[in-house]
């Protein structure tokens, strides 16, 4: 079992950053694949970016050159750097482990980017 909680979310204007977190427990955090996912209201979650446990990154088209992805596994927790926010960027954010068969989710935490 994996728990993971996200954090860092909130209000910011066009342009802005944001760094959420997503702090993990009850496992071995290194052997996981660490993924962040999005959800807009009324839309489909898509996925955003993963750092495998190797740190190797892959990024959704829309958020490359301006999200990063970083693992620090010392502390069992996964950040995501977000800058040069867009309001089509507001979601809700989901942290996901990832483990053969095994797969656990956060609660989410809310970006919003607006004026």
């Known amino acids: 079992q994996v728990q993971l909680v996200e954090s860092g979310g909130g209000l910011v204007q066009p342009g802005g950053s944001l760094r959420l977190s997503c702090a993990a427990s009850g496992s071995v955090f290194s052997l996981y694949h660490m993924k962040w996912y999005r959800q807009a209201p009324g839309k489909q979650r898509e996925w955003v970016v993963t750092i495998t446990r190797n740190f190797n990154t892959d990024y959704a088209e829309s958020v490359k050159g301006r999200f990063t992805i970083s693992r620090d596994n010392a502390k069992n927790t996964v950040y995501l750097e977000m800058n040069s926010l867009k309001p089509e960027d507001t979601a809700a954010y989901y942290c996901?482990?990832?483990?053969?068969?095994?797969?656990?989710w956060g609660q989410g935490t809310q970006v919003t980017v607006s004026s």
């Open positions: 996901n482990a990832a483990r053969g068969v095994f797969d656990y």
